[in-house]
C-alpha cells in the first residue's frame, strides 16, 4: 500500500510543482531591477542554432558571449589565457556568371571566436545573482540520486564556473564539488534532465528551451521529494523564459514531465520498495 501511496502523492506534488514554479518565475520577470538585467541581456547578438550547439558543446557553462570587441566596448577585457569559443560567421559570396545576366549568390562560413562573461573582467554588470541564489543545508537525497542516475557522474573542484554541466558527447555529468548537497541534488537532477531530453543533437531545442525544461525538471523533481529549490530555479527560469515563461513551460510540461516520472520513478522502484520490504 506505501508504494501506492507514493505514486499518488508524487503525481499531486508534481501537478503543484508546475504551477509554483510558472508562477514564480513569471513574477520574478515583472520585477523593475530584472527587467535591466533582461534590457542589458536583450543587447547580445542573437547566435543562430548551430553557433548555439557550437558554444554549448566547447562550453556549457556559457551564459553571456561576445567577440573580444564587443566586450571592450561594454568596458570589460578578456583575461589572459582565455580561450576563445569557435562559432560560423555567415559570408555572402558574389561571383560574376558569363551565361547569365544575373550575378550568382551563395553563403560561405568562416570560423571566428567569442569569449563567455566568464572569460572577461572589467566594468560591472547587472547581475542575476539576487534572482538565483546557491541552495543551502545538507541532505541524503543527493546521493540517493546520483545512484540512480543514467549517466556517470564525477565531483570536480572545477566545473568551468558553472554549479554543474553534461556533456553530450560523452554521456556523462560534473557536478561541483564545493556546494551543499542540497545545491549539488539540484544540479545533478538539472543535468539528468538535460541528458534525458536533449541527448539527440538531430532534435535538439534553443538553448533556453533546453535550460527552462532541465531547471523545471530539477524543481519539480525536489518539490516531489521535499526539497524547496525556488530560490534558485525561479529566476533561472526567469532568465531564460522572461515574460514568456509560464508558456514556454506548459509547451514543454510534457517532456518535462516524462523526465520527472523517469527520475521518480527510478528512485521509488529502488528505494521505496526497499523501505516497503524492511517494514515487512
Known sequence: MKNTKTKVNRQEKVKEAFELVKKGAVDI????????????????????????????????SATFVAGFETW????????????????????????KNDEHEEDEEFMLFRPIYVFDISQTEGEPIPSIG?????????????????????FPVTETTDCKGADGYYRIKEKDI?????????HKLLTLIHEMGHGLLHAD??????????????????????????????????????SYGRSRSDELIDKSRERINRAVHRILGDFEDTYVAIEDKELV
Open 201 to 238: 543533437r538531430n532534435n535538439i531545442p534553443s538553448k533556453a528551451v533546453r535550460e527552462i525544461e532541465a531547471e523545471c525538471v530539477g524543481f519539480v523533481t525536489c518539490h516531489a521529494l521535499g526539497i524547496d529549490t525556488s530560490e534558485n530555479s525561479f529566476g533561472y527560469i526567469a
Open 72 to 95: 571592450k566596448k561594454r568596458g570589460r577585457y578578456v583575461k589572459k589565457g582565455e580561450k576563445g569559443i569557435m562559432i560560423l560567421a555567415p559570408m555572402k559570396i558574389t561571383r
Open 174 to 182: 560534473f557536478i561541483d564539488s564545493k556546494n551543499s548537497t542540497s
Open 29 to 60: 520577470a515583472k520585477s523593475s531591477n530584472f527587467q535591466r538585467f533582461l534590457k542589458f541581456s536583450a543587447s547580445f547578438h542573437n547566435y543562430s542554432f548551430r553557433n548555439q550547439l557550437l558554444i554549448w558543446i566547447q562550453k556549457p
Open 130 to 150: 539576487e534572482y538565483v541564489k546557491t541552495l543551502n543545508g545538507e541532505t541524503d537525497l543527493y546521493e540517493k540520486i546520483k545512484a540512480i542516475s543514467p
